[in-house]
């Protein structure tokens, strides 16, 4: 195998309390690693500085009860507020329950892109709402779009392979698509 010389640098940075987000994020790692050299952060332990250090990002978190972030998403939020996102490019993925939470789906991958381009960032990756059955959500672009993949394991955990091998090849070519 030919390794690559000068790939672009991604940070994946996932919050995971049950571990399911942690095991998304590690799946998501696998897919994009022949394209770009990935470094997983664990939300618990990312400081303000590792967001200075990247220009490209792969955010994760699962949304909670009534729309919450989880739980170090929620704790970082304030400082996540403060960072300048000029000229960083993000792509988001989210957990959540579109049957027993309808009202809340992935509602945490709206409110984290949400404050990514108020503070300048560049949001990719976003994703169809085909194939969901949700009543509200903050993730939503529009009717058609999510500002990133929504996955949902408690209803639709048959689907999560093909729609992280489909998320991923997007995320090759729109990454692609900035300069180092």
Known sequence: MIEI?????????????????????KELEKL?????DIEMLDM?????EDFERYNYFVLGLSTWYDG???????CF?????????TDKV?????LGDQYGYGEYFVDGVGIIATQVEKSGGKIIGKWPTDGYEFDESKALINEKLFYGLAIDEDNQGQLTTERM???AGQLKEEFSS???
């Open 178 to 180: 900035f300069n180092t």
């Open 77 to 85: 939020f304030d400082q996540f507020c403060k960072i300048d996102f």
């Open 90 to 94: 993000i792509a988001i993925f989210g």
């Open 165 to 167: 091998e489909n998320w």
């Open 32 to 36: 994009l690693l022949a394209h770009f």
């Open 44 to 48: 618990y332990e990312v400081k303000i």
């Open 5 to 25: 010389k000068n790939k672009k640098k991604i940070a994946l940075i996932y919050g995971s309390d049950t571990g399911t987000t942690e095991g998304i994020a």
């Open 68 to 74: 919450d972030l989880q739980n170090d998403w929620d």
